[in-house]
């Protein structure tokens, strides 16, 4: 009897029929996918069931994707070719057919579907085509591939492709043609198949079997033991609960069969970390970059004891041969001291390790080790492997051992087990790196913090989260916690801000029809990829004698990009679109052979900013490049010589990649970055604009990308109508309903850029001879002094007659001018210059100490109260100092003040403001959102006019308990500023009212002008704003603060020389 295809195909069609209604509003309470799925098990359950229905070939066609061992070799060209001539077309039917290859909005099933109904084939009742027949058709043309999996492999027969599939075809409809294309291509989008859930109605129990033995073969051979061969398929929920805790005891793996892998979540930072956390007790482990492996050893199997699985689930034994030694000798088979009698299966990552240096090399090293099915692919341009280079296997868990299921015991007992199993071998076979940390604990969250630093500057890929009570898989227990039994995976990368970014520039595009069913909704969509291109001469481009010269390093596609920026591209792109057989304008070579060849090019390259997750060495390139790259906004500012250069990438991936001499430093550095995203309570995201354009997309797998929802404040009220603010932390207490609100009355929120790619690593030793700190023992910087609260013996010697223990604002309130000045007058008579010479001291600068505005939020030191808020709370007077602290800072008088201590930056209309915190009683990622916004809404409301230059420095409240004194002279001294940001220095608040023109605005008529979309020059007619909103940009660089000091010499007075 057999299961007909055309059934399958029903359920196909009308999965694509719902993309429609899965646009409507009544889909967001109910999935059209989900009721068309659940309708048509109902229908066809009973042949579903049958006897003589072929389960493996019925699920093997319905998911494609999921048989990894089969391999047909036939990709969209190859397989075109092959239906024409079984079709037997002419040349007209041909070219219809071949119109996937344009972007004509078809695809290959599309175009066969197109062709073959101009001709329908007569199918009479009774003959129509089952999938049992093109399951046994799809194994016999995988056999013949030697990229199919051993089992594939075994039945391997001569067979003619053209004949197979003519039988196929020539029994099938045009519709049902369609869906067999697409089948053999692997891939049925643009539909996607609701997964667990249709797993779920096949039989209740397959979703679970299938994480237990990750194979149709496997899971449905469960299905038909006892007792579970007598479970009904779909009981009801309360039955099924009962049933599925029956089966678990019968349920276990078996060597041969891989084990799936539990889900993870990502954490966007380390506040999402700890918030998932959500106080258990877990097992942090050094994530490896390498090849996993499922190990699977059965001392019963005398041919082939060990097996060694894939993450795809594929059989790579035989490519992995060279480690299989090792892991006999730690495993002990068939020795003494092996721990099992007849069976094991253990997780591990295959590492390369080089005994020269004594650790773990690149991750692009180990293709020299592996061949793919026998063939080495991309080492054309490797070096050859050293002696002292070899494989390693790094052990990680453990999921059986003999007839014990360790999947059912918690973490931390399967460790204990593994370090029993398997014999350590320096540089061999090793246990992976664990950390076990209480989230309960108050310091939980400081010492994830802390390690997460550590992994950061030993430039560790990242840590996986594994709770040490939790089984491997949470249908192990009962708990309904969404969080039970899942990993947290923490990456540099993952975290908005963190990872390795470039501007890039984007010269060239083209086609892939491949990407062009999951974009459908793009319309006019041209191009599927782009090409990334560095210039390869830099100089002589700047100096305006020689054409640009680009080296393509890597291609971008869906994946890579939002949706918004897909069209973005395709849209700016066709005004700059040119052909690359006429085009002049630069010349472009390939990096390595592996990349596809571009069909147009820009006239005007797209500037966009890159995030990568480290870099890597593509395949046969001799470079490195950004592993996992995505965009995240296009620059309409920037000029093609501000993009990273060939040899600026080279150098960017070298400092990436090595190991800083310096630790201490590096990890205090990369602790202020963490210190930022991890203070926000919300994910707050850039909305999409025509010009600044971002996206947030999956670097490690083609799952959908993740989507941010919008922030509210405290009072629901919603930031992200009009304007994007900075990145942030955790998406789930963002209300939903924030979409729905609008802004109109209230604060426009900061436009604030996180820039984080600036974080010098070389020590920049001031050059002052005498520090103003007399404090200056060699202990780390901006170590929390608490315990220093005693006078230095030294400090007579400078001079210095008390310790400054408290700091106030300028405040420009008529009340506090008198004290105001009575304050300034006592700070001028310790300046330390000859009291003899009037003339002298009025030409003598004054230190930015006594003149620039200062704030000290949430300090034990105190911070400036106005008489009449003293009744109110602690938080409600703290506001009023932060209101008090901005409206000097953009008030005139505040100006007039830095003209004593910084001439230049006054006479550029630049303001400056320091904020002393205490790092350990304040967030500094809050706090400086929290300013920002402070200071849009005063802009916005016109409570006061916003200096068209500004910056805010962020210092840490250590600088005043050490002894110094405000009116000292060499603070107006550039070193003297270098040296407190490489002590005291943790961020950056600076805007720029003129950038608000370039890079947000709202185009009335169609596009800007080339000139203009470039970077290469401004349009005569400036765009018009959104409002008045300042660009606040968020940096890290310490040398930053350099600013404050604007002399390089007081006796004789010498300012520092400005261009």
């Known amino acids: 009897m057999g299961f007909k295809f055309t059934l399958l195909c029903d359920l196909l069609s009308k999965l694509d029929d719902c993309k429609t209604a899965k646009a409507s509003t009544a889909a967001r309470n109910q999935n059209p996918d989900i009721r ?103 194994a016999m043309i995988a056999s013949r591939c030697r990229f199919s999996g051993p089992l594939a492999r075994q039945n391997r027969t001569a067979v003619d ?38 797993l779920k109605k096949f039989h209740f129990l397959l979703p679970q079997l299938l994480q237990l033995q990750n194979s149709f073969e496997g899971a449905l051979e469960m299905l038909a033991s006892d007792p579970i061969n007598h479970f009904p398929p779909n009981p009801d929920p309360q039955s099924a609960r009962s049933l599925s805790m029956i089966a678990l005891q019968h349920m276990r793996p078996r060597p041969g069969i891989k084990v799936g892998r539990p889900d993870y979540y990502k954490a966007r930072s380390i506040k999402h970390c700890h918030q998932m956390a ?14 996993y492996c499922q190990i699977h050893v059965d001392l019963s199997n005398k041919y082939s004891p060990i097996q060694i699985f894939s993450k795809s689930g594929k059989d790579s ?41 004594g650790d773990l090399m690149d991750f692009n090293k180990i293709r020299r080790f592996i061949p793919r099915s026998g063939a080495m692919i991309g080492v054309d341009n490797d070096s050859p492997p050293q002696p002292y280079e070899h494989l390693m296997i790094m052990f990680y868990d453990i999921l059986l051992l003999d007839t014990d299921v360790c999947l059912a015991k918690p973490h931390r007992e399967r460790r204990l087990l593994l370090q029993k199993v398997a014999k350590t071998i320096p540089g ?41 009570d939790e089984p491997y898989f949470p249908i192990y227990s009962t708990a309904v916690d969404h969080m039970f039994g899942r990993w947290i995976k923490l990456k540099k990368d993952y975290i908005p801000g963190l990872g390795d970014t470039l501007d890039l520039a984007l010269i060239g595009a083209s086609y892939n029809v491949r990407d062009a069913p999951d974009l459908g909704r793009i319309k006019g969509l041209k191009w599927t990829q782009f090409f990334v291109g560095c210039l390869l001469n830099p100089e002589h481009v700047k100096e305006g004698n020689a054409l640009p010269r680009f080296r393509i390093v890597d291609v971008v596609g869906r994946h890579c990009m939002s949706i918004q920026t897909m069209q973005t591209l395709n849209q700016d792109g066709e005004f700059y679109a040119r052909q690359p057989e006429t085009f002049e304008g630069f010349h472009i070579d390939y990096g390595h052979n592996a990349l596809p060849t571009a069909t147009t090019l820009f006239k005007h390259p797209f500037i966009v900013e890159m995030l990568g997750s480290g870099f890597e060495k593509p395949s046969g ?31 960017a991936a070298e400092k990436a990649r090595a190991v800083p001499a310096d630790e201490l430093e590096e990890r205090e550095k990369w602790s202020k970055c963490l210190k930022v995203g991890s203070g926000l309570d919300k994910y707050i995201v850039r909305s999409p604009s025509p010009e600044a354009t971002c996206s947030d997309t999956d670097e490690e797998t083609n799952s959908t990308s993740f989507q941010i929802p919008q922030a509210t404040t405290a009072s629901g009220e919603s930031f992200m109508d009009v304007c994007p603010l900075i990145e942030g932390l955790h998406e789930d207490s963002i209300g939903k309903d924030s979409h729905d609100r609008s802004c109109i009355g209230r604060p426009l929120s900061p436009l604030v850029y996180t820039n984080e790619t600036i974080l010098p690593t070389e020590d920049k030793n001031p050059v002052l001879g005498v520090s103003v700190f007399v404090d200056n023992d060699n202990l780390p910087s901006r170590q929390h002094s608490s315990q220093n609260d005693g006078m230095i013996a030294s400090q007579e010697s400078l001079g210095f007659s008390c310790p400054m223990r408290t700091t106030s604002f300028i405040s420009m309130h008529e009340e506090h001018r008198q004290e105001l000045q009575e304050t300034q007058e006592r700070l001028l008579e310790r300046l330390l210059v000859p009291a003899s010479s009037k003339q002298k001291r009025k030409i003598l600068p004054q230190s930015p100490l006594t003149t620039i505005p200062i704030w000290t939020p949430k300090t034990s030191l105190g911070s400036f109260t106005l008489p009449r808020i003293d009744d109110k709370s602690s938080n409600e007077r703290e506001s009023c100092d932060l209101v008090e602290f901005v409206r000097c800072l953009c008030s005139g008088e505040s100006a007039c003040s830095l003209q004593q201590s910084n001439p230049h930056a006054a006479s550029q209309g ?10 350990k009683a304040t967030r500094l990622g809050k706090e400086m959102h929290r300013l920002a916004t402070t200071l849009s809404s005063f802009v916005h409301a016109g409570k006061s006019q916003l200096f068209s230059m500004g910056s805010i420095f962020f210092l840490g409240s250590s600088m005043l308990e050490r002894d110094l004194r405000p009116g000292d002279l060499r603070f107006c001294l550039r070193d003297t500023w270098i040296g407190i940001g490489r002590d005291h220095f943790y961020g950056c608040l600076s805007w720029n009212l003129s950038k608000r023109c370039g890079d947000i605005s709202i185009r009335q008529e169609g596009l800007q002008s080339e000139s203009t979309r470039c970077g290469h020059g401004m349009t005569s007619e400036p765009a018009r704003s959104v409002l008045r909103t300042p660009w606040i940009e968020m940096t890290f660089d310490e040398t930053a603060i350099a600013v404050l000091g604007e002399y390089i010499s007081i006796e004789p007075l010498a300012h520092v020389l400005y261009n």
């Not at 939980?444 to 630093?453: G, V």
């Open 36 to 138: 068309t799925v659940a309708q048509w098990f109902s229908r066809h359950e009973r042949t579903i069931h049958h006897a003589e229905t072929d389960k493996v070939a019925l699920l093997s066609c319905m998911f494609p994707e999921k048989r990894t061992d089969r391999v047909y070799w036939l990709q969209a060209m190859q397989l075109s070719r092959v239906i024409g001539r079984c079709l037997g077309l002419g040349s007209s039917r041909l070219s219809e057919l071949n119109r996937w290859q344009t972007p004509c909005g078809f695809d290959l099933g599309g175009c066969v579907e197109i062709v073959m109904r101009q001709a329908e084939n007569y199918i009479p009742a009774g003959q129509e085509l089952s999938v049992e027949e093109i399951d046994r058709a799809m």
């Open 161 to 198: 492709i053209e004949e197979t599939l003519s039988k196929l075809y020539r029994r099938l409809s045009s519709r049902d043609a369609k869906w067999l294309t697409r089948m053999i291509l692997k891939s049925y989008s643009p539909i996607v198949f609701p997964e667990q859930y249709t």
């Open 278 to 291: 959500n106080g258990r007790r877990m097992s942090i482990e050094r994530k490896y970059d390498g090849e």
């Open 317 to 357: 034994t035989a490519d992995k041969n060279q480690i299989i030694p090792v892991i006999k000798e730690s495993l002990r088979t068939g020795l003494p001291g092996c721990k099992f009698a007849h069976r094991c299966i253990v997780e591990g990552e295959l590492l390369v390790w080089n005994d020269q240096d």
């Open 428 to 468: 061999r076979a090793e246990l992976a790196y664990q950390e076990v940390l209480d989230f309960n604990r108050p310091d939980s969250y400081h010492r994830l913090e802390k390690s997460f630093e550590k992994a950061i500057t030993k430039r560790w890929e990242g840590y996986v989260l594994k709770a040490s």
């Open 621 to 651: 390139a001799r470079y490195f490049t950004l592993r996992f790259p995505r965009i995240l906004k296009i620059h309409s500012d920037r000029t093609l010589e501000e993009c990273t250069s060939f040899n600026e990438l080279l150098v």
């Open 910 to 919: 630049t303001v400056f403001g320091i904020v002393l915190f205490d790092p």
